[in-house]
């Protein structure tokens, strides 16, 4: 790792650059040479790095040369249930349907109470549409001058450039705390719900009650905000024009000339200033990482450290054995719900029901191991 005598701190880390998403500082004026060898870590901003560390990163230089052994590799069944993500084009997005109607109902039941009627929010939980996003998108530009001024509207339909992202946060993150525990039926049909409370239209037809939407009509959703945000931060050139864009400090606002006074004409500095951290910088604010190594010796991969009775006794057992759900070795109350079949077992635990199982029961484990446990209570009834 190379070495740097002054470290870098850009003094002109503006609180807008986190909302374009883009947490830390610009590097448009740090010598040149320096920054450039230095790890990109989100792709569009350098850091200078010192002894393992980067302002504001942290780089866990031993991690990656692969000196320190933590945790474990993941397994494929992890990764595949990590890897969901959805993206723009299309990839990741499952086929699937639903109308706003059924959406609705979904919604009612299990979004309603954070979210409130229509998406309106409240409570501290944000809106998820305030009215029609072809008009609202244009408060975006609204400045809030006075308290009764209208400031801009930021929600899904008004703000986001894509539409992708909210298939992905409703499957991924919600309905909190219960995620991952919606259908991709269940999730379109919210989608649709919630392009219908946001007035918004697939292809020039309006996405009313009825509207089927499924993966190809979900593609040619165009959100009224894609074009709203600079610097453009997709694509190859995506680090260029961050870099480009966060190295003109008219784009963003730049800082006082004299912080502690008070100014009302050419308050801005021309140029982004950079301020170096003097005797020797920042070197604790991260403690470093022990590399003493403590786990047991034996192999530790998921399946066999799995212990599927001891599973059941953490998650299952304070319903399941306290004659608030039926018992294991219980058969009367097992055979007909085995007799459904063991897929519709497994997706009946792993959705949850409305007769009281919770999603999973609750427990955090894998789906393979939430099988496991299920596969170990009809054990027990066979
Ligand atoms: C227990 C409360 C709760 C429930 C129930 C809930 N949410 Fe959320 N939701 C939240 C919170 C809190 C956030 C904000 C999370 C954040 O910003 O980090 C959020 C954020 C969202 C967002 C992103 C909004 C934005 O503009 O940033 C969407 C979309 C969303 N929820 C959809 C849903 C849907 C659909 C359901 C029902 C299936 C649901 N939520 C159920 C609490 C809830
Ligand atoms: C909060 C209480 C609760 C917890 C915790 C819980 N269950 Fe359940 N479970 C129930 C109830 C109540 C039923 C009966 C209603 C039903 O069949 O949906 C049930 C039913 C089931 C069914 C049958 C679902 C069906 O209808 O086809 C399975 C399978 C199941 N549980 C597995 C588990 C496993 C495995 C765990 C632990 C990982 C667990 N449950 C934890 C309450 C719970």
């Given at each position: 790792?190379?070495?740097?005598?002054?470290?870098?701190?850009?003094?002109?880390?503006?609180?807008?650059?986190?909302?374009?998403?883009?947490?830390?500082?610009?590097?448009?004026?740090?010598?040149?040479?320096?920054?450039?060898?230095?790890?990109?870590?989100?792709?569009?901003?350098?850091?200078?790095?010192?002894?393992?560390?980067?302002?504001?990163?942290?780089?866990?230089?031993?991690?990656?040369?692969?000196?320190?052994?933590?945790?474990?590799?993941?397994?494929?069944?992890?990764?595949?249930?990590?890897?969901?993500?959805?993206?723009?084009?299309?990839?990741?997005?499952?086929?699937?349907?639903?109308?706003?109607?059924?959406?609705?109902?979904?919604?009612?039941?299990?979004?309603?109470?954070?979210?409130?009627?229509?998406?309106?929010?409240?409570?501290?939980?944000?809106?998820?549409?305030?009215?029609?996003?072809?008009?609202?998108?244009?408060?975006?530009?609204?400045?809030?001058?006075?308290?009764?001024?209208?400031?801009?509207?930021?929600?899904?339909?008004?703000?986001?450039?894509?539409?992708?992202?909210?298939?992905?946060?409703?499957?991924?993150?919600?309905?909190?705390?219960?995620?991952?525990?919606?259908?991709?039926?269940?999730?379109?049909?919210?989608?649709?719900?919630?392009?219908?409370?946001?007035?918004?239209?697939?292809?020039?037809?309006?996405?009313?009650?009825?509207?089927?939407?499924?993966?190809?009509?979900?593609?040619?959703?165009?959100?009224?905000?894609?074009?709203?945000?600079?610097?453009?931060?997709?694509?190859?050139?995506?680090?260029?024009?961050?870099?480009?864009?966060?190295?003109?400090?008219?784009?963003?606002?730049?800082?006082?000339?004299?912080?502690?006074?008070?100014?009302?004409?050419?308050?801005?500095?021309?140029?982004?200033?950079?301020?170096?951290?003097?005797?020797?910088?920042?070197?604790?604010?991260?403690?470093?990482?022990?590399?003493?190594?403590?786990?047991?010796?034996?192999?530790?991969?998921?399946?066999?450290?799995?212990?599927?009775?001891?599973?059941?006794?953490?998650?299952?057992?304070?319903c399941h054995?306290?004659?608030?759900a039926p018992a294991p070795?219980d058969?009367a109350a097992w055979?007909?719900l085995?007799?459904?079949?063991?897929?519709?077992?497994?997706?009946?635990?792993?959705?949850?029901?409305?007769?009281?199982?919770?999603?999973?029961?609750?427990?955090?484990?894998?789906?393979?191991?939430?099988?496991?446990?299920?596969?170990?209570i009809?054990?027990?009834v066979?």
């Amino acid at each position: 790792m190379m070495k740097l005598d002054k470290k870098l701190l850009i003094s002109l880390c503006a609180a807008t650059l986190l909302s374009f998403g883009v947490s830390g500082c610009m590097d448009g004026a740090s010598p040149a040479g320096s920054a450039a060898k230095t790890p990109s870590i989100d792709g569009g901003v350098m850091y200078p790095v010192q002894n393992g560390m980067t302002g504001p990163y942290h780089v866990n230089e031993k991690a990656h040369s692969g000196a320190i052994k933590f945790g474990r590799t993941p397994t494929e069944e992890e990764y595949e249930e990590w890897n969901s993500d959805v993206m723009p084009d299309g990839t990741g997005l499952p086929e699937g349907q639903g109308t706003a109607e059924e959406g609705e109902e979904v919604y009612e039941s299990k979004c309603v109470m954070c979210h409130g009627d229509f998406g309106s929010g409240g409570g501290g939980y944000p809106a998820l549409a305030k009215g029609n996003a072809y008009e609202l998108q244009k408060t975006l530009t609204n400045q809030r001058l006075k308290p009764d001024t209208d400031g801009p509207v930021r929600v899904f339909g008004t703000y986001w450039p894509q539409a992708s992202t909210l298939w992905w946060y409703i499957k991924d993150a919600m309905p909190h705390p219960m995620t991952d525990s919606l259908s991709d039926d269940e999730v379109y049909a919210l989608v649709a719900y919630i392009l219908n409370v946001n007035e918004m239209e697939i292809d020039g037809v309006e996405v009313d009650e009825e509207y089927v939407l499924d993966r190809e009509k979900f593609l040619k959703i165009k959100m009224p905000n894609r074009d709203g945000f600079e610097p453009k931060i997709d694509g190859p050139n995506g680090p260029e024009n961050v870099r480009k864009y966060f190295s003109n400090p008219d784009n963003f606002g730049a800082q006082k000339v004299k912080p502690s006074e008070r100014c009302m004409t050419n308050c801005q500095e021309p140029t982004a200033k950079v301020v170096y951290i003097q005797n020797g910088g920042i070197s604790d604010f991260h403690p470093p990482l022990s590399a003493e190594r403590s786990l047991p010796k034996e192999d530790n991969s998921a399946a066999s450290s799995f212990d599927v009775k001891q599973a059941y006794a953490d998650n299952c057992a304070m319903c399941h054995d306290t004659g608030a759900a039926p018992a294991p070795g219980d058969k009367a109350a097992w055979k007909p719900l085995i007799a459904q079949g063991m897929d519709t077992l497994y997706k009946n635990g792993i959705e949850g029901t409305d007769l009281g199982m919770p999603p999973m029961g609750g427990a955090s484990m894998t789906k393979k191991q939430f099988k496991s446990v299920v596969d170990y209570i009809v054990s027990t009834v066979k």
